[in-house]
């Protein structure tokens, strides 16, 4: 229960709005998610069975209650050292994410200025989080947008604001003691542990280069361009995967201000890596 109740917790912390503005961020968000299933599939291929390497593969969205909620339905045994490496490259988002940045990207297509977002209104903020938990109809979607259905509500401030502080750290610490306690030597010090550490850093590496290529694609279509740093946001790191972006993109042109509109990729990475860990849980269950 500890993911579901901190991904209420994500949701009453997130603002949809530049998601909502800019509807294309759910493409860049999708993007991301490639390297889920390409790892998955790396993972087959050095001898993991199908639970366990679905397991695997949700590091790539860089979502740490997601991969703990999936492993604890698929591969219990592999929880200690799949939570460690979720939360460990999550934690290295600005260490990771830059090199592959630069790598796909000129300094031409990294100066890029986006244009301002729209304004969104509230009711379009009310009914987005509705609208996704009908048609999705996982539970940590539900969760994430109950989240946030009750910070753009309005009517349930205290509630609001006990997910976002209180609820969420003391969860954080029950889920730390819980998972630490199957971190034991015997099911951690292993070969197994290190295949899952390689893996998964691959993972998070293709997810971000996935979101980088797409925005870079779409630019041969669109007359408005996008700046393609935004694409690497797209894996679920909220909100440190969308300041990387702000932050390599002043590199590039200091006038420049991408936060708000990684802050689109980057949400839609949340649901994205729900999504991803419903397909595998419904295939492989």
């Given amino acids: 229960i500890y993911p579901c109740v901190i991904f209420i917790g994500v949701g009453a912390m997130t603002d949809f709005g530049p998601l909502l503005a800019n509807p294309k961020s759910f493409l860049l968000g999708a993007a991301a998610q490639i390297g889920i299933f390409a790892t998955f599939l790396g993972a087959l291929v050095l001898g993991f069975n199908y639970a366990e390497a679905g397991s695997i593969g949700i590091i790539g969205g860089a979502d740490g209650p997601t991969a703990i909620y999936l492993t604890s339905k698929l591969a219990p045994n592999l929880l200690g050292p799949i939570a460690v490496a979720a939360?460990?490259?999550?934690?290295?988002?600005?260490?990771?994410?830059?090199?592959?940045?630069?790598?796909?990207t000129t300094q031409k297509e990294r100066e890029i200025v986006?244009?301002?977002?729209?304004?969104v209104s509230k009711t379009e903020k009310i009914i987005f989080p509705i609208i996704v938990t009908v048609f999705v109809?996982?539970?940590?979607?539900?969760?994430?947008?109950?989240?946030?259905l009750m910070r753009e509500s309005?009517?349930?401030e205290r509630l609001s604001k006990t997910v976002q502080n209180e609820l969420m750290n003391i969860t954080t610490i029950f889920l730390g003691v819980s998972v630490?306690?199957?971190?034991?030597?015997?099911?951690?010090?292993?070969y197994q542990t290190l295949a899952i550490l390689v893996i998964g850093i691959l993972a998070f590496a293709l997810g971000s280069a996935g979101g980088v290529l797409l925005a870079k694609f779409m630019n041969l279509f669109t007359k408005n361009k996008i700046n393609p740093l935004i694409g690497s946001a797209g894996v679920s790191a909220v909100p440190m995967?969308?300041?990387?972006?702000?932050?390599?993109g002043q590199e590039a042109n200091p006038g420049n201000f991408l936060l708000m509109h990684a802050m689109g990729p980057n949400?839609?990475?949340?649901?994205?890596s729900a999504v991803a860990a419903g397909i595998l849980l419904s295939f492989l269950g």
């Fill in 87 to 104: 939360y460990s490259y999550m934690a290295l988002v600005p260490v990771i994410q830059p090199p592959i940045m630069k790598m796909l």
């Fill in 114 to 119: 986006m244009k301002q977002l729209r304004k």
């Fill in 137 to 148: 109809s996982l539970l940590l979607i539900g969760c994430l947008m109950l989240g946030n």
């Fill in 154 to 156: 309005g009517v349930v």
């Fill in 180 to 190: 630490g306690a199957t971190t034991t030597a015997t099911a951690f010090l292993n």
């Fill in 241 to 248: 995967a969308a300041r990387v972006s702000q932050t390599v």
């Fill in 267 to 272: 949400v839609a990475g949340v649901i994205g």
